[in-house]
């Protein structure tokens, strides 16, 4: 099974930060690594695909970037409803999700 | 719209089996492949299982390979699991999801999600 490392596990930041998140897998998947933003007692809901990609209706503000083993999610300019929490997930080989972050208002 | 809509989650002992289903609306169903994705409590994202639009392929995770099966019936529009030999380890909110890609072969994107259905593994 490909391994997918996700990090931090949580950060806190202020509203207008830039925050990152990055992604890394345990072998070469390409660009096959997708984001997903889970708030709490919801669903999850795609973001990006294909590692930058914005899936349709999602703001502009969300992005992704990578390829090969190593990923980067980042929210341009943090805003209150951005709190939640974010994974990744490959499909290279059969479907693995990062073990998620938590991203906190400070 | 489009929607997922779970349902057949509850409590069951250990041992026992629970099917879920998933009801399809506003998209061609038999177009896409479709996934189950659970999230134990307080934890992370873990594929479970995903079917081939038509049925052809299923691919399963190690973790309930030879327990569960994934199903599906074009003709009503919903996705099932079948769940035997439940363990306390299978604790978690059961959620169906779309594939985004039309006709895929394998499992892409996670593009349309369900509620989720609760199933609870318990003496």
């Known amino acids: 099974d490909i391994q997918m490392t996700q990090s931090p596990s949580s950060l806190s930041a202020s509203v207008g930060d830039r925050v990152t998140i990055t992604c890394q897998a345990s072998q070469d998947i390409s660009n096959y690594l997708n984001w997903y933003q889970q708030k709490p007692g919801k669903a999850p809901k795609l973001l990006i695909y294909d590692a930058s990609n914005l899936e349709t209706g999602v703001p502009s503000r969300f992005s992704g970037s990578g390829s090969g083993t190593d990923f980067t999610f980042t929210i341009s300019s943090l805003q209150p409803e951005d709190i939640a929490t974010y994974y990744c997930?490959?499909?290279?080989?059969?479907?693995?999700f990062g073990g998620g972050t938590k991203v906190e208002i400070k | 719209q489009v929607q997922l809509v779970e349902s057949g989650g509850g409590v069951v002992q250990p041992g026992g089996s629970l099917r879920l289903s998933c009801a399809a609306s506003?998209?061609?169903?038999?177009?896409?492949?479709m996934h189950w994705v659970r999230q134990a409590p307080g934890k992370g994202l873990e594929w479970v299982a995903f079917i081939r639009y038509d049925g052809s392929n299923k691919y399963y995770a190690d973790s309930v390979k030879g327990r569960f099966t994934i199903s599906r019936d074009n003709s009503k529009n919903t996705l099932y699991l079948q769940m035997n030999s439940l363990r306390a380890e299978d604790t978690a909110v059961y959620y169906c999801?779309?594939?985004?890609?039309?006709?895929?072969?394998?499992?892409?994107?996670?593009?349309?999600w369900g509620q989720g259905t609760m199933v609870t593994v318990s003496s």
């Open positions: 506003g998209f061609t169903f038999s177009s896409y492949g």
């Open positions: 997930q490959q499909y290279d080989n059969l479907p693995t």
């Open positions: 999801a779309k594939d985004r890609s039309i006709f895929g072969v394998v499992g892409d994107a996670f593009d349309i």
